[in-house]
């Protein structure tokens, strides 16, 4: 049997900024997509209640709503695999520090 010596591909600082990127942006992500999945409301204010001239304005229609829990869940996925990219290069990151 032959041996195989695993080759370096990146640097361990290669690896350390590209899984805290990945992990900035899977925050993001996942936070986005748990906020659009409850309600079809803004991301920075998803608690407030919408007003024009202290008048409620009357949410969206159930379809459109629907569709936003759609893009909702779609993000939660991209956010959980970018988590899934976070270890798999902090586990390279480790390895090629170690050896």
């Not at 659009?36 to 304005?57: F, K, Q, T």
């Not at 459109?64 to 893009?71: C, P, S």
């Amino acid at each position: 049997m032959q041996s195989y010596a695993s080759a370096q591909l990146a640097s361990p600082g290669t690896y350390f900024q590209t899984a805290a990127f990945c992990c900035l942006v899977a925050i993001v992500l996942i936070r986005a997509g748990r906020v659009w999945r409850r309600a079809p409301r803004g991301l920075l204010a998803p608690d407030e209640p919408v007003r024009v001239e202290s008048a409620p304005v009357p949410g969206p229609a159930a379809s459109r709503a629907r569709g936003d829990r759609t893009v909702g869940r779609v993000y939660l996925c991209f956010g959980w695999f970018l988590v899934l990219g976070t270890v798999v290069n902090l586990v390279n990151g480790v390895r090629s520090v170690w050896g």
